[in-house]
């Protein structure tokens, strides 16, 4: 069998789309579970994130908490969560993409913060600014190119696997493959081959569109100085 061949027969088939619990259905349904997962994320990760490169304090907790929720598997959480107050559906599926969101929020924000210029926190000081002031002002502005690169890390991640929310009833392009593996193999192999095509094109899709916001954020020099620490990190690479 060809199952590729099945796959674009599939996605060409009008139906395959506008039916109910068609790709348009799925589609929206993964978007938005994605989009809450994120937004959930950022209000968790973002004020902790800041508040503590403000405070120059935490970093190893922010290094610990990082590593501990990328060491926790979705699969995992997905099973977990549904058998508690949560319950089964939607909400099981934002909080565990959530955590799963939370490591890059955490880490870029908190990065952006500390990697602002000494003389332009000093200069604020001398300005009068309140530490609430400074942050505000001067260090938040300055990390939001850090902010785009943690949010889009965290939107691509959270996109690609929220199609394991088929498993807890949660919607998305998931149960496009789940039904395709519902059916006999030969007969659901270019379904389940097309549902993994469409999640990952999504994915592609979101990360060209948040790599030209967090180009358009940044600020040129940045871009300078970025692409040079990215150079030598290249080259140590090579060199090891």
Known sequence: MN?????????????????????????????????????????????IGLWLGHSGRGGGAVLLVANVTLAIPTLALLTILPLTFIGFGRPAVVVALAVFAVPPLLANAYTGVRQVDPEARDAARGMGLSGGQLLRRVELPLAVPYLAAGFRTAAVQV????????????????????????????????????????????????????????????PRPLRRVRRAANRRAADATAGG
């Open 3 to 47: 199952y590729l061949r099945d796959a674009v027969v599939w996605l060409n088939d009008p139906l395959n789309w506008t039916n109910p619990g068609g790709v348009l259905d799925r589609l929206g349904e993964h978007l938005t579970i994605s989009a809450l997962a994120v937004l959930l994320g950022c209000l968790v990760a973002w004020p």
């Open 159 to 218: 996109v690609a696997t929220a199609a394991l929310a088929s498993f807890v009833n949660g919607g998305g392009l998931g149960q496009i493959i789940r039904a395709g593996f519902g059916l006999d193999i030969a007969a659901g192999g270019g379904q389940v081959i097309a549902g993994g095509l469409l999640v990952a094109g999504l994915a592609l899709l979101v990360e060209g569109i948040l790599a030209v916001v967090e180009r358009a954020v940044t």
